[in-house]
């Protein structure tokens, strides 16, 4: 009697195990041409900042090109978007064009075998060259940029600092100093929100462009496996940057379950003063919101090679599958066009430049952006490590959240992060790991 | 999960089901199964035999092969035991296994217990005791990912209701989700909110089939309430209980939709167990490794769950 109910519980556990991953399968609708009309398809991720600007991209591209429609699927963020991108690729069904990451992620899709070579192709001819090495691989440009650069590094509340009479910091000391005293003002000095579990990264990987201002070559020997984290004392200083919030009192009370619209949210009310993050939350904000937050890198230990890290823009791909790689290939270059900025911008305003020839950022721009332009200008801003290398290991988050809540110490942290990565290298089959 | 092969065969009737482990002792079961075999001819069992086949066998075998390479999903390398030996050196997996045990006991304990309590309760003489039941079995009905998001607001600190109210009688609740030391035991107990309905109709079937007799009988002795309870209820009721360890137990183990959905094994590791190991070695893009863990996660439960069940349906022979 038992037997034969725990085996149809069983049974009838796992049917409703399957029926989410039928519904996963939604259908790629290859458009009919009947009418004389092309139909292709856009996958974008599904945060506001992205479906906005894509429908107003959209708009405009369907205006000057009547006999294109194009239809828009959403998919997660994060590493379920990885994991969805790579099964649609590899079983065919992927979307006309799909706008994903640049960098290590590209690499880790096997560009070589999934997706439309487009070197020297008419549809990056606005693309700013700055852009390419983010999505080449063994020679060749697969992709054209969608939205602007990011920042990552920390952004602060105006309002709190002119109050506070605090000035941005140019070296850690600097940040210390200034997170005590917005402490002692009985405002939370630095925000986690490590329900998103990703944001908990930018301490390591916005700290980067203080490991390459001391050893300009360090992301080449990283690949080449000659560097690591746990031994490199300026490496590991992200990791002790991580850990210092918590062990100071400086991190807010409930970081473990906080998500990242609560903490922008926070950080806009002047609860909070400084938040860790990428810039591109502030596109979601409302305009007067997004006025009282600006933006600096990570500092480091000499103010004089004070600098910040940047995100390139994500790439536009286009599957070998695609049933209509022209079109598609007329929808990636107005994307990457003047036209194509300026229709996004009208969707969200940027917060950081676009890699597009001749495009400026608006006079309304936030300040996060100007900030960003600035470091550009400057050129004291370094692209990211995962622009430069592609290794990069999967569980950075879980261990960076384990760091900053005190679980991990920032020395075991920075080891266990080079064994993940160890760990990448060899399923990616790289050469001398 | 263990008797797969079992599956193959038509289950018939019940009493039959429930013999069908026994049949190697009892030569009258063994004469039931060859008149069933006999009831179609083979190629009625052809439709389901080459489903069974595809979307079951074949799939079975060939992720123990893969589980030897390194795979990308466009293509596969042999690599041997590497896989192996990196999902066992990877470093959350001695705190998954703790976390997966932790999390299958006390689901499982909380739920014999909590189930029975609750059965007693529904099987009294109260009223609209239909409408009781059918409110306790209510969760069991709603989605799990459903429960998850909404007890993740629900347990929010500062803001969530739980903590809103247990502030108002005084209380300072912990953040209860993203606290490293409380995420686990906080989910358990959704886990246990949402399953306890299941194991509390069982223990109701099973309380009900006692024969009033023995309760008439402690009543002769002069034995009271607590005597009823302990020395017929729970006793004459221990088919339900290894039905609820059981199920609750293998449900414990390969938890992870709950946790996924309300933690995500975090904050860090701290709520981490085999299943969201192996779902982000899968995620990562590793699809050999996450099918070595697999792997190994099916041995691990098939290890436990075997030989518990051989052993719950010994006994329940016996009683």
Request: with cysteine.
């Given at each position: 009697m038992k037997s034969s109910r725990s085996r149809l519980t069983i049974a009838v556990v796992a049917a409703f195990a399957l029926v989410p991953l039928a519904a996963c399968s939604s259908s790629s609708g290859s458009?009919?041409?009947s009418d004389g009309k092309t139909e292709i398809t856009l996958l974008t991720d599904n945060a506001d900042a992205t479906v906005k600007p894509a429908k107003a991209v959209i708009a405009a591209f369907e205006k000057a090109n009547p006999t294109i429609t194009v239809k828009t699927e959403t998919r997660p963020g994060g590493s379920d978007g990885d994991n969805l991108v790579k099964t649609k690729l590899s079983t065919g069904d992927m979307a006309d064009v799909f706008w994903y990451n640049s960098g290590s992620l590209l690499q880790a899709l096997s560009p070589e075998k999934t997706l439309v070579d487009l070197t020297n192709d008419p549809a990056l001819k606005d693309t700013d060259p700055s852009f390419l090495?983010?999505?080449?691989?063994?020679?060749k440009v697969y992709g054209a940029p969608w939205g602007t650069a990011m920042g990552g590094g920390i952004l602060y509340n105006k309002d709190v600092y002119s109050k506070l009479g605090l000035s941005v910091p140019k070296t850690w000391a600097e940040f210390e100093s200034n997170s005590d005293k917005i402490k002692a003002a009985g405002i939370t000095p630095v925000?986690?929100?490590?329900?998103?579990?990703?944001?908990?990264?930018?301490?390591?990987?916005?700290?980067f462009h203080n490991v390459a201002a001391t050893n300009p070559k360090w992301a080449d020997d990283y690949t080449a496996n000659k560097v690591k984290y746990a031994t490199d004392p300026v490496a590991l200083k992200g990791f002790e940057k991580a850990a210092e919030p918590k062990q100071k009192g400086w991190l807010n009370t409930g970081a473990g379950s906080t998500t990242f619209a609560q903490g922008i949210k926070q950080l806009a009310q002047g609860k909070a003063a400084q938040y860790p993050m990428l810039t591109f939350p502030i596109s979601t904000l409302a305009p007067a919101d997004a006025a009282k937050i600006g933006f600096f890198g990570i500092p480091g230990d000499d103010a004089s090679t004070n600098g910040a890290t940047i995100w390139e823009p994500g790439g536009q791909y286009i599957p070998k599958t695609s049933k209509h790689i022209e079109a598609a290939k007329k929808f990636v270059a107005f994307v990457a066009s003047i036209p194509g900025t300026d229709a996004y911008s009208s969707a969200v305003p940027p917060t950081g430049p676009y890699l597009v020839k001749g495009s400026k950022l608006p006079d309304n721009a936030p300040p996060v952006a100007k900030d960003m332009q600035a470091y550009i200008d400057s050129k004291t801003s370094t692209p990211a490590l995962e622009f430069l290398s592609p290794v990069k290991g999967p569980s950075l988050e879980q261990i960076m959240v384990a760091v900053m809540t005190g679980q991990t110490s920032p020395q075991d942290g920075a080891a266990q992060y080079d064994a993940d990565v160890t760990k990448q290298a060899k399923q990616l089959g790289l050469p001398g790991w | 999960m263990s008797s797969r092969a079992d599956e193959a065969r038509p289950v018939g009737t019940r009493d039959d089901a429930g013999a069908d482990r026994p049949a190697r002792k009892s030569p009258r079961a063994t004469g039931v199964r060859n008149v069933r075999a006999h009831t179609y001819p083979y190629w009625f069992y052809a439709p389901a035999g080459v489903v069974y086949g595809l979307i079951f066998l074949v799939p079975t075998v060939i992720s123990f092969y893969f589980a030897f390479t390194r795979w990308t999903l466009f293509e596969s390398e042999f690599i041997g035991l590497d896989n192996f030996r990196q999902f066992f050196s990877e470093q959350a997996l001695v705190s998954g296994l703790r976390n997966t045990l932790v999390y299958a006991v006390v689901t499982s304990g909380l739920k014999v217990v909590l189930g029975m309590l609750l059965a007693v309760l529904l099987t009294g003489p109260i009223r609209s005791r239909g409408l009781m039941r059918s409110v306790i079995f209510f969760p069991v009905l709603v989605s799990t990912v459903a429960v998850g998001i909404t007890f993740s607001v629900l347990l929010q600190p500062d803001v969530g209701v739980i903590s809103t109210v247990l502030a108002k009688i005084g209380i300072t609740a912990p953040d209860w989700l993203g606290d490293p030391s409380t995420a686990l035991l906080s989910v358990a107990l959704v886990d246990?909110?949402?399953?306890?309905?299941?194991a509390t109709l069982i223990y109701i079937a099973g309380i009900l089939a006692i024969p009033k007799d023995y309760?008439?009988?402690?009543?002769?002795?002069g034995g009271g309430a607590w005597t009823k309870f302990r020395n017929v209820t729970v006793p004459l009721s221990r088919p339900a209980t290894f039905t609820v360890i059981l199920l609750s137990l293998i449900g414990g183990l390969r938890s992870f939709d709950l946790i996924w959905t309300m933690t995500g094994g975090g904050p860090g590791f701290s709520s981490d167990v085999i299943a969201s190991i192996i779902y982000k070695t899968y995620q990562a893009g590793f699809f050999g490794l996450s099918t070595a863990g697999n792997v190994v996660l099916f041995i691990l439960v098939t290890l436990i769950v075997y030989p518990l069940s051989r052993y719950f349906n010994s006994r329940e022979v016996e009683s």
């Amino acid at each position: 009697m038992k037997s034969s109910r725990s085996r149809l519980t069983i049974a009838v556990v796992a049917a409703f195990a399957l029926v989410p991953l039928a519904a996963c399968s939604s259908s790629s609708g290859s458009g009919g041409s009947s009418d004389g009309k092309t139909e292709i398809t856009l996958l974008t991720d599904n945060a506001d900042a992205t479906v906005k600007p894509a429908k107003a991209v959209i708009a405009a591209f369907e205006k000057a090109n009547p006999t294109i429609t194009v239809k828009t699927e959403t998919r997660p963020g994060g590493s379920d978007g990885d994991n969805l991108v790579k099964t649609k690729l590899s079983t065919g069904d992927m979307a006309d064009v799909f706008w994903y990451n640049s960098g290590s992620l590209l690499q880790a899709l096997s560009p070589e075998k999934t997706l439309v070579d487009l070197t020297n192709d008419p549809a990056l001819k606005d693309t700013d060259p700055s852009f390419l090495p983010a999505v080449t691989q063994n020679g060749k440009v697969y992709g054209a940029p969608w939205g602007t650069a990011m920042g990552g590094g920390i952004l602060y509340n105006k309002d709190v600092y002119s109050k506070l009479g605090l000035s941005v910091p140019k070296t850690w000391a600097e940040f210390e100093s200034n997170s005590d005293k917005i402490k002692a003002a009985g405002i939370t000095p630095v925000l986690g929100t490590l329900k998103d579990t990703f944001t908990s990264q930018l301490y390591v990987l916005g700290d980067f462009h203080n490991v390459a201002a001391t050893n300009p070559k360090w992301a080449d020997d990283y690949t080449a496996n000659k560097v690591k984290y746990a031994t490199d004392p300026v490496a590991l200083k992200g990791f002790e940057k991580a850990a210092e919030p918590k062990q100071k009192g400086w991190l807010n009370t409930g970081a473990g379950s906080t998500t990242f619209a609560q903490g922008i949210k926070q950080l806009a009310q002047g609860k909070a003063a400084q938040y860790p993050m990428l810039t591109f939350p502030i596109s979601t904000l409302a305009p007067a919101d997004a006025a009282k937050i600006g933006f600096f890198g990570i500092p480091g230990d000499d103010a004089s090679t004070n600098g910040a890290t940047i995100w390139e823009p994500g790439g536009q791909y286009i599957p070998k599958t695609s049933k209509h790689i022209e079109a598609a290939k007329k929808f990636v270059a107005f994307v990457a066009s003047i036209p194509g900025t300026d229709a996004y911008s009208s969707a969200v305003p940027p917060t950081g430049p676009y890699l597009v020839k001749g495009s400026k950022l608006p006079d309304n721009a936030p300040p996060v952006a100007k900030d960003m332009q600035a470091y550009i200008d400057s050129k004291t801003s370094t692209p990211a490590l995962e622009f430069l290398s592609p290794v990069k290991g999967p569980s950075l988050e879980q261990i960076m959240v384990a760091v900053m809540t005190g679980q991990t110490s920032p020395q075991d942290g920075a080891a266990q992060y080079d064994a993940d990565v160890t760990k990448q290298a060899k399923q990616l089959g790289l050469p001398g790991w | 999960m263990s008797s797969r092969a079992d599956e193959a065969r038509p289950v018939g009737t019940r009493d039959d089901a429930g013999a069908d482990r026994p049949a190697r002792k009892s030569p009258r079961a063994t004469g039931v199964r060859n008149v069933r075999a006999h009831t179609y001819p083979y190629w009625f069992y052809a439709p389901a035999g080459v489903v069974y086949g595809l979307i079951f066998l074949v799939p079975t075998v060939i992720s123990f092969y893969f589980a030897f390479t390194r795979w990308t999903l466009f293509e596969s390398e042999f690599i041997g035991l590497d896989n192996f030996r990196q999902f066992f050196s990877e470093q959350a997996l001695v705190s998954g296994l703790r976390n997966t045990l932790v999390y299958a006991v006390v689901t499982s304990g909380l739920k014999v217990v909590l189930g029975m309590l609750l059965a007693v309760l529904l099987t009294g003489p109260i009223r609209s005791r239909g409408l009781m039941r059918s409110v306790i079995f209510f969760p069991v009905l709603v989605s799990t990912v459903a429960v998850g998001i909404t007890f993740s607001v629900l347990l929010q600190p500062d803001v969530g209701v739980i903590s809103t109210v247990l502030a108002k009688i005084g209380i300072t609740a912990p953040d209860w989700l993203g606290d490293p030391s409380t995420a686990l035991l906080s989910v358990a107990l959704v886990d246990v909110w949402k399953g306890v309905g299941l194991a509390t109709l069982i223990y109701i079937a099973g309380i009900l089939a006692i024969p009033k007799d023995y309760y008439e009988a402690v009543d002769v002795d002069g034995g009271g309430a607590w005597t009823k309870f302990r020395n017929v209820t729970v006793p004459l009721s221990r088919p339900a209980t290894f039905t609820v360890i059981l199920l609750s137990l293998i449900g414990g183990l390969r938890s992870f939709d709950l946790i996924w959905t309300m933690t995500g094994g975090g904050p860090g590791f701290s709520s981490d167990v085999i299943a969201s190991i192996i779902y982000k070695t899968y995620q990562a893009g590793f699809f050999g490794l996450s099918t070595a863990g697999n792997v190994v996660l099916f041995i691990l439960v098939t290890l436990i769950v075997y030989p518990l069940s051989r052993y719950f349906n010994s006994r329940e022979v016996e009683s």
